[in-house]
């Protein structure tokens, strides 16, 4: 059974920095042959993906964060991290770790089974 629990959100100023973490467990098969990823919501908004990995090491981002965020993994603890730097208000959100059993990453949210409660993330001007 795969669980996903992140921790590390907060309440910072803008330009300031925080580093999410994901604790993943049952995630044998993803961590050789599948992708996680982070997405977030902001109120009112969809959720959307942020930036994923694959079980190669390979990222992407979505735009708006290239050159901020940085999402890495541990395989050895089974860990996904996000480390945002200059964050800015309109980072604020609710941030999720989310996993799926294959090797091509999507920015889809229906493509990702398996979701953690959040964790969350308020940028102050």
């Known amino acids: 059974q795969v669980q996903l629990v992140e921790s590390g959100g907060g309440s910072v100023q803008a330009g300031g920095s925080l580093r999410l973490s994901c604790a993943a467990s049952?995630?044998?098969?993803?961590?050789?042959?599948?992708?996680m990823a982070w997405f977030r919501q902001a109120p009112g908004k969809e959720r959307e993906g942020v930036a994923v990995?694959?079980?190669?090491?390979?990222?992407a981002y979505i735009d708006s964060v290239k050159g901020r965020f940085t999402i890495s993994k541990d395989n050895a603890k089974t860990a996904l991290y996000l480390q945002m730097s200059s964050l800015k208000p309109e980072d604020t959100a609710m941030y999720f770790c989310?996993?799926?059993?294959?090797?091509?990453?999507?920015?889809?949210?229906?493509?990702?089974?398996?979701w953690g409660q959040g964790t969350q993330v308020t940028v102050s001007s």
């Open positions: 989310a996993a799926r059993e294959s090797r091509v990453c999507s920015w889809r949210v229906s493509h990702y089974p398996y």
């Open positions: 049952g995630v044998g098969n993803i961590r050789t042959n599948g992708c």
């Open positions: 990995i694959d079980s190669g090491g390979d990222t």
